[in-house]
Nanobody, 127 residues
Framework: QLQLVESGGGLVQPGGSLRLSCTTP????????IGWFRQAPGKEREGVAS????????KYSDSVKGRFTTSRDNTKKVVYLQMINLNHEDTAVYYC????????????????????WGQGTQVTVSS
């Protein structure tokens, strides 16, 4: 089973920035399509960003478009989620998810598209 690890979360003031990372210690992440999701207390898990295995295709939800950027370094085998201009509504546990590149992805921001999930990292935006 593919193991995913998120890192980079923490406490940040409104207007600040954070960069999350998604890695795997066992498999080659370059073979996987990656999605970023977040879940706040009492809310459903929301897909916010995705990136294809080659890094050439990305997609963002309306709530983060223009503020979040996902990218990947296929040499380091790391996927990033760069978040800027953070606000209180961005407070959530953030997860990365993966599905093998051979699997056809219909909607990369849909939770059901992904087979593997990380443990999540907390992002808190507060003054």
């Amino acid at each position: 089973q593919l193991q995913l690890v998120e890192s980079g979360g923490g406490l940040v003031q409104p207007g600040g920035s954070l960069r999350l990372s998604c890695t795997t210690p066992k498999y080659d992440l370059n073979y996987y399509y990656i999605g970023w999701f977040r879940q706040a207390p009492g809310k459903e898990r929301e897909g916010v960003a995705s990136i294809s295995s080659g890094g050439d295709s990305t997609k963002y939800s309306d709530s983060v478009k223009g503020r979040f950027t996902t990218s990947r370094d296929n040499t380091k085998k790391v996927v990033y989620l760069q978040m800027i201009n953070l606000n209180h509504e961005d407070t959530a546990v953030y997860y990365c998810a993966a599905v093998h590149t051979l699997v056809v992805v219909d909607d990369p921001l849909r939770e059901g598209e992904y087979d593997y999930w990380g443990q999540g990292t907390q992002v808190t935006v507060s003054s």
